[in-house]
């Protein structure tokens, strides 16, 4: 069974940094891709960045692009998303996914953390 626990959310101003981790169970080496996405209020879905499991490809999505990176520790199993330059526009819950043949399509994800909030004061 397969269980995606996201953590490292909270409370931060706008220029702060924060980095959130995914920790996942499960055959993560017979996955493609796992990645990032998040949610506002009042809004869908929108994809943030994501990593290819065999190759290591990153994607990013244009409004965080530079500011953000995703990154991976094998031993741990653990997904991370290290922010920074952080933005009141960036305030949303942050979801972890995984196992996607489609890194940038929230569609093609299998399984999804619960989230973990972010919050980003002017």
């Known amino acids: 069974q397969v269980h995606l626990v996201e953590s490292g959310g909270g409370l931060v101003q706008a220029g702060d940094s924060l980095r959130l981790s995914c920790a996942a169970s499960g055959r993560t080496s017979a996955w493609y891709a796992m990645g990032w996405f998040r949610q506002a209020p009042g809004k869908e879905r929108e994809f943030v960045a994501a990593l290819t499991w065999t190759d290591s490809n990153t994607y990013y999505a244009d409004s965080i692009k530079g500011r953000f990176a995703i990154s991976r520790d094998d031993a741990k199993n653990t997904v991370y998303l290290q922010m920074n330059s952080l933005k009141p526009e960036d305030t949303a819950v942050y979801y972890c996914?995984?196992?996607?043949?489609?890194?940038?399509?929230?569609?093609?994800?299998?399984?999804w953390g619960q989230g973990t909030q972010v919050t980003v004061s002017p």
């Open positions: 996914a995984a196992d996607s043949n489609d890194p940038l399509n929230a569609d093609w994800y299998a399984y």
